[in-house]
């Protein structure tokens, strides 16, 4: 195979629900197509309507063998699809890492089976240095750094400041522990009981539910929008806050409000510091005080509200598409030509 041969890729989707990790499966094999590979999407899940998709895309009731094309490298983006890829008759597995899913709580059940998924020797993709060193380190497997990447449509409004009345965006599912929407939404209580004149703007993909609506009712809810849609609301606030805990994989959310020119005040985990350590304001996950603190003090300070914004800015140009299309083109001829097994 010649360095520049078009590869045959597949991409394992166990499901297309609206979350972070489909788009980035998806946008990665847009990608990879524009740079002349030949990629299919092969899912369990129905073609999602919030993200374009391409006649590549097949819907299939398992991934045995005979539902799947073959293919020189086949892509499992979940802990659940690791053996079906690796099961597949031709070409070489890869298992692409968005977070490790034996970190969680709700699928405590499942541990041994994830660490046992994992424990297969692939060659790995993942989004986040601190995912590099989990799979070199615990499961001796060797890694690339694939980041997401940003769609030309998350862009910044030209404005020279926040709004008088503070739009402050709180993204993710309040039902989804990890995102820490609970300790988001008691910093904005906090701010409020001291003055801050603000808008409470949610975003998650699914509808209000009870519980959030007990804690705070929110100005604005906004559910299930497709990215674009995000990007646009996203260009209208003012200040994001993102406490996620240390078990999220990258937080694609910290990195699109950047991209739009927000400050964002974001919870000081690995994922974050990998990227955002210089641009966001990093206090500890759980702590609703520092939160309010923080924002207020952006939010009441223009000049600092404006090197965030700059910094995030810049700092989000480094996942431009070209950036990332070039990273991933390598990741996939890495794998493809063998070089992954000389490799620790």
Sequence with gaps: MSAGAPLRVNYFLEDTALFGGVKVVLHHAELLRRMGHR????????????????????????????????????????????????????????????????????NRDDHPKIVEAYSNPLPTWTVSPHLVELNRTRFHRPVRLVTPALEPFWRPQDRPGPNRTARILVPHPFEFYMKGVDTALKAVLRLRDTGVDLCLVRL??????????????????????????????????????APSWKSEGFGLTVLEAMACGLPVVASRIPSHRAFAADAAELVDAADDDAFAEIAGAVLADPARWRRMREVGLERARDFSEDAVAGTLDRAARWVASGEWRHEE
């Design 39 to 106: 990629v299919e999407v092969v899912s369990k899940g129905p073609r999602p309507s919030w993200y374009p998709t391409r006649d590549d895309f097949r819907v299939v009731p398992a991934f045995e063998p005979e539902h799947v094309p073959a293919a020189d490298l086949h892509i499992a983006t979940f802990w659940t699809t690791v053996a079906a890829a690796v099961a597949q008759p031709s070409g070489q597995a890869v298992h692409f890492c968005q977070g490790f899913e034996a970190g969680l709580e709700h």
């Design 204 to 241: 998650s993909q699914w509808p209000l539910g009870e519980d959030e609506r007990a804690l705070v009712e929110p100005d604005e809810f906004h559910h299930h929008l497709r990215p674009e849609e995000v990007a646009e609301l996203l260009a209208g606030c003012d200040l994001v806050l």
